[in-house]
């Protein structure tokens, strides 16, 4: 019995001592104006940590590093290829570069 106490403090202490990961600050539904949020097809970007959506149909993220809040990306698209993204979140506003173009800044969904 005396075992399984230690057992169970054990693994409690390290659950408690363990960092918690923040959300990456780009994910999320993004797009020019509010009215843009609800609406489906490719008017909101969608970002998770695997994929991106939005005018080039769905990319998968096939690279990716990070320098200061920007993260920068080389997405394999469906029919279109690959296309480097740059997403650049900061609080509820986030710059993108998309396939070499600048884009006007989006606004996060709520």
Excluded at 67 to 79: D, E, K, P, R, T
Aim: proline share 4%; glycine share 12%.
């Amino acid at each position: 019995m005396r075992i399984g106490r230690i057992v169970l403090a054990s693994a409690l202490g390290a659950a408690v001592a363990s960092p918690a990961f923040a959300a990456e600050p780009y994910l999320g539904r993004w797009a020019k104006a509010p009215e843009a949020c609800h609406g489906f097809g490719n008017t909101a970007l969608v970002a998770t940590m695997t994929s991106v959506s939005w005018v080039d149909g769905y990319c998968r993220i096939g690279k990716m590093y990070k320098i200061g809040h920007a993260v920068y990306l080389q997405l394999h698209c469906s029919g279109k290829g690959d296309v480097p993204a740059t997403l650049n979140a900061y609080g509820d506003r986030m710059r993108v570069t998309w396939g070499g173009a600048k884009i006007e800044e989006l606004r996060r969904c709520k």
